[in-house]
């Protein structure tokens, strides 16, 4: 009967462990990649005004000191507004992962960037007109600002769209797939949270006291979330030298270790949550003493 016991508590136990362990993966998963305030907040932090800007910068013809000086002014003046319409985007696109929406739909209004980059443009040459324009007759100026006008609503069309109907079969099927995946990943983390309580309960069903069940579980816990803890440090300082011989660019790889630190954090919060329960749980199976049965 003990054999049969201590097998039953050996099986559990590794069951456990690997519940455990499986957990935290899941729920570094729905706290980070399936989390949108994480994404908003990553995609933030690497200064998406800035790659957008040197994106527009490669599209507005001439290199002439104005040009740049209005495309710093123009996305100072969008930030928050940009940020606004990241964070909608984003919010969509979530929407539709998670299964809250069948459709997606995604825009980006273009004109406020066009309306904002021609003021600037016009306030800056005429601030400081370049070398081409200067003696000119405020008519001549104004023909080259209307030029330049014209040439940026020829080059920024009035919004960015793109829905399912817009993108091809095959990475609508990819998003399909992608859907169906994260729909088992959220099914999986309430499943686990089940299982886990499960086998927590039949482990102390099997000991039937509270010293030999709090050790038990203490031993596994305290091993599980170490193993956690360790990978979630280990892993970034085997993956960022790799990330550093793909050739990125500065502001993205300067980005990198940070996302990675931060996708990390919830599992290592889960693993010193689990460490710390552990360590409770042994003390109390080392202290706590029985009540002595009265004749």
Same mark, same amino acid.
């Given at each position: 009967?003990?054999?049969?016991?201590?097998?039953?508590?050996?099986?559990?136990?590794?069951?456990?462990?690997?519940?455990?362990?499986?957990?935290?993966?899941?729920?570094?998963?729905?706290?980070?990649?399936?989390?949108?305030?994480?994404?908003?907040?990553?995609?933030?932090?690497?200064?998406?005004?800035?790659?957008?800007?040197?994106?527009?910068?490669?599209?507005?013809?001439?290199?002439?000191?104005?040009?740049?000086?209005?495309?710093?002014?123009?996305?100072?003046?969008?930030?928050?507004?940009?940020?606004?319409?990241?964070?909608?985007?984003?919010?969509?696109?979530?929407?539709?992962?998670?299964?809250?929406?069948?459709?997606?739909?995604?825009?980006?209004?273009?004109?406020?960037?066009?309306?904002?980059?021609?003021?600037?443009?016009?306030?800056?040459?005429?601030?400081?007109?370049?070398?081409?324009?200067?003696?000119?007759?405020?008519?001549?100026?104004?023909?080259?600002?209307?030029?330049?006008?014209?040439?940026?609503?020829?080059?920024?069309?009035?919004?960015?769209?793109?829905?399912?109907?817009?993108?091809?079969?095959?990475?609508?099927?990819?998003?399909?797939?992608?859907?169906? @995946?994260?729909?088992? %990943?959220?099914?999986?983390?309430?499943?686990? =949270? /089940? $299982?886990?309580?499960?086998?927590?309960? &039949? #482990? *102390?069903?099997?000991?039937?006291?509270?010293?030999?069940?709090?050790?038990?579980?203490?031993?596994?816990?305290?091993?599980?979330?170490?193993?956690?803890?360790?990978?979630?440090?280990?892993?970034?300082?085997?993956?960022?030298?790799?990330?550093?011989?793909?050739?990125?660019?500065?502001?993205?790889?300067?980005?990198?270790?940070?996302? @990675?630190?931060?996708? %990390?954090?919830?599992?290592?919060?889960?693993? =010193? /949550? $689990?460490?710390?329960?552990?360590?409770? &749980? #042994? *003390?109390?199976?080392?202290?706590?003493?029985?009540?002595?049965?009265?004749?």
């Amino acid at each position: 009967m003990k054999f049969l016991k201590g097998l039953a508590l050996s099986v559990l136990s590794l069951l456990l462990f690997l519940s455990l362990s499986v957990f935290g993966l899941v729920l570094t998963l729905n706290y980070t990649i399936l989390n949108p305030d994480f994404v908003a907040s990553e995609v933030d932090r690497l200064d998406g005004c800035a790659l957008a800007e040197e994106a527009l910068s490669q599209q507005i013809p001439g290199d002439e000191p104005y040009i740049t000086e209005a495309l710093d002014n123009t996305f100072a003046e969008l930030e928050p507004w940009l940020k606004e319409q990241v964070n909608s985007n984003i919010n969509s696109s979530y929407d539709y992962l998670l299964g809250k929406s069948e459709g997606l739909t995604l825009s980006l209004p273009m004109q406020p960037v066009a309306d904002a980059l021609k003021g600037n443009i016009r306030e800056a040459i005429l601030n400081t007109p370049p070398p081409e324009l200067a003696g000119m007759p405020p008519a001549a100026v104004e023909m080259y600002l209307e030029e330049v006008s014209r040439q940026i609503d020829e080059m920024l069309p009035p919004s960015f769209e793109l829905d399912l109907l817009s993108i091809s079969p095959e990475v609508r099927a990819q998003l399909e797939q992608a859907r169906e @995946i994260i729909g088992y %990943v959220q099914l999986g983390y309430k499943a686990l =949270i /089940g $299982l886990i309580l499960l086998l927590v309960g &039949l #482990i *102390i069903l099997i000991n039937r006291e509270v010293r030999s069940s709090t050790r038990s579980l203490g031993t596994t816990f305290l091993i599980s979330g170490a193993s956690g803890y360790a990978g979630a440090i280990i892993v970034p300082n085997l993956v960022q030298p790799q990330l550093v011989q793909l050739g990125l660019p500065t502001q993205i790889q300067g980005w990198l270790p940070q996302l @990675i630190s931060d996708f %990390v954090t919830p599992l290592q919060m889960l693993g =010193i /949550g $689990l460490m710390a329960g552990g360590i409770v &749980l #042994i *003390i109390v199976s080392f202290v706590y003493k029985p009540r002595q049965p009265s004749f």
